[in-house]
């Protein structure tokens, strides 16, 4: 089948990092955009940031701009999501997407019904 794993979350103070990383199994993530979303207990999940298939474009919401990095190692057929100085605004399960609609080539989306495939979350705490 085809799925997304999510791992690296962790419990974390304010001003710490965490890299998350989404692998993906049976298929591969080549040309593929990839988004990362979040969601807080309580609260409607939100796009975080996503990079586009062929690697072109990188979005992130305003609220992560600047602390947040996305990236994808292809031989490695998995992204990462390189999260600094956190909040505790930041706590959150955080999960991992593909896409591969042609026209998220050269752009990419929070709009989360694009996604094809999606991970089972991990699990991201920060707190002092």
């Known amino acids: 089948q085809l799925q997304l794993v999510e791992s690296g979350g962790g419990l974390v103070q304010p001003g710490g990092s965490l890299r998350l990383s989404c692998a993906a199994s049976?298929?591969?993530?080549?040309?593929?955009?990839i988004g990362w979303f979040r969601q807080a207990p309580g609260k409607e999940r939100e796009g975080v940031s996503c990079?586009?298939?062929?690697?072109?474009?990188?979005n992130y919401a305003d609220s992560v701009k600047g602390r947040f990095t996305i990236s994808r190692d292809h031989a490695k057929n998995t992204v990462y999501l390189q999260l600094n100085s956190l909040t505790p605004e930041d706590t959150a399960v955080y999960y991992c997407?593909?896409?591969?609609?042609?026209?998220?080539?050269?752009?990419?989306?929070?709009?989360?019904?694009?996604?094809?495939?999606w991970g089972q979350g991990t699990q991201v705490t920060v707190s002092s």
């Open positions: 049976g298929f591969t993530l080549d040309y593929y955009a």
């Open positions: 990079i586009s298939g062929y690697d072109i474009t990188t």
């Open positions: 997407a593909a896409a591969n609609r042609r026209l998220l080539r050269r752009l990419c989306v929070f709009q989360e019904d694009s996604y094809d495939y």
